[in-house]
């Protein structure tokens, strides 16, 4: 079993914009640091293309300052371009390792350090007059080269957020679907199956080669209690693709259909 006792959850695109749209409407403007913080708690697969799940912390948020901002959503970006519209800069983020897992055959594997990516996004942002309404497309690339080298990973995100006013004024739905592609060395470290790998696990060898590696589609729901309180729950159902969906660690030991859920509680700064 994965033991990550002080894990801040990298899901890859978590939905935050309404509510920072909500935010920004509902608390007035300012000339100072505006933002959104949620933290809460979720289920997470024990490793990439797990069937099992673990428990673990969960935290999103933004701080604005102007048109610049410090987002995080799976990972640490910097928006340092000064526009309404257009964002970019560098990100950071953390990819979790795969160790003593549920599953015993994975877990005879050889086991996977974490790693701190880094590199750099882009994107593309409209909001409405109203701020709770918006569309925003974004770009990454992550590299994972520090502590252990992961691999470079491409996503591309779309998503929308508006509010459900005809339910309620302080009610705000997300919806992104995100597509990642990985190289080879990162669709290996996560999905192959090398010799001692699989004398250990008795899987066949496997080489994962560069390519797709999941498309995802992902809801966000707030409500607002107050114009600094909300109540939420974050979802996510992402498909393996390619060599991820067919690999041993996931066929045989797992699955390509990956879940993901939790319940937070938000604070406008």
């Given at each position: 079993m994965r033991r990550f006792p002080f894990l801040v959850l990298a899901i890859g695109q978590v939905l935050l914009s309404a509510s920072a749209g909500w935010c920004q409407d509902a608390a007035g403007s300012s000339d100072g640091v505006q933002g959104y913080v949620a933290?809460?708690?979720?289920?997470?697969?024990?490793?990439?293309?797990?069937?099992?799940?673990?428990?673990?912390?969960y935290f999103d948020g933004q701080a604005n300052l102007g048109n610049y901002f410090l987002r995080f959503d799976g990972s640490f970006k910097a928006n340092i371009i000064d526009d309404e519209n257009f964002h970019a800069g560098p990100l950071i983020g953390y990819r979790m390792g795969r160790g003593d897992v549920y599953d015993g055959a994975i877990a005879r594997m050889q086991h996977i350090r974490y790693s701190v990516t880094d590199g750099g996004f882009v994107e593309y942002e409209h909001l409405a007059q109203d701020p709770r309404s918006g569309e925003r497309l974004t770009l990454s690339v992550a590299d994972g080269n520090i502590?252990?080298?992961?691999?470079?990973?491409?996503?591309?995100?779309?998503?929308?957020?508006?509010?459900?006013?005809?339910?309620?004024?302080?009610?705000?739905?997300?919806?992104?679907?995100?597509?990642?592609?990985?190289?080879?060395?990162?669709?290996?470290?996560?999905?192959?199956?090398?010799?001692?790998?699989?004398?250990?696990?008795?899987?066949?060898?496997?080489?994962?080669?560069?390519?797709?590696?999941?498309?995802?589609?992902?809801?966000?729901?707030?409500?607002?209690?107050?114009?600094?309180?909300?109540?939420?729950?974050?979802?996510?159902?992402?498909?393996?693709?390619?060599?991820?969906?067919?690999?041993?660690?996931?066929?045989?030991?797992?699955?390509?259909?990956?879940?993901f859920g939790a319940v937070v509680v938000g604070y406008v700064l």
């Amino acid at each position: 079993m994965r033991r990550f006792p002080f894990l801040v959850l990298a899901i890859g695109q978590v939905l935050l914009s309404a509510s920072a749209g909500w935010c920004q409407d509902a608390a007035g403007s300012s000339d100072g640091v505006q933002g959104y913080v949620a933290l809460g708690a979720g289920l997470l697969p024990d490793y990439e293309g797990a069937s099992k799940y673990v428990v673990v912390p969960y935290f999103d948020g933004q701080a604005n300052l102007g048109n610049y901002f410090l987002r995080f959503d799976g990972s640490f970006k910097a928006n340092i371009i000064d526009d309404e519209n257009f964002h970019a800069g560098p990100l950071i983020g953390y990819r979790m390792g795969r160790g003593d897992v549920y599953d015993g055959a994975i877990a005879r594997m050889q086991h996977i350090r974490y790693s701190v990516t880094d590199g750099g996004f882009v994107e593309y942002e409209h909001l409405a007059q109203d701020p709770r309404s918006g569309e925003r497309l974004t770009l990454s690339v992550a590299d994972g080269n520090i502590n252990y080298q992961s691999g470079l990973e491409v996503t591309l995100a779309a998503m929308v957020h508006r509010p459900l006013t005809f339910i309620d004024e302080g009610l705000i739905a997300a919806m992104e679907i995100d597509t990642s592609f990985g190289d080879g060395k990162f669709m290996q470290t996560s999905f192959g199956v090398s010799g001692a790998d699989a004398l250990a696990s008795g899987f066949p060898v496997y080489r994962a080669g560069s390519g797709a590696e999941l498309t995802s589609i992902s809801l966000s729901l707030d409500q607002y209690l107050s114009p600094k309180w909300s109540v939420g729950v974050r979802m996510r159902y992402a498909r393996l693709l390619g060599d991820a969906e067919e690999s041993p660690v996931t066929r045989i030991a797992g699955s390509p259909d990956q879940l993901f859920g939790a319940v937070v509680v938000g604070y406008v700064l």
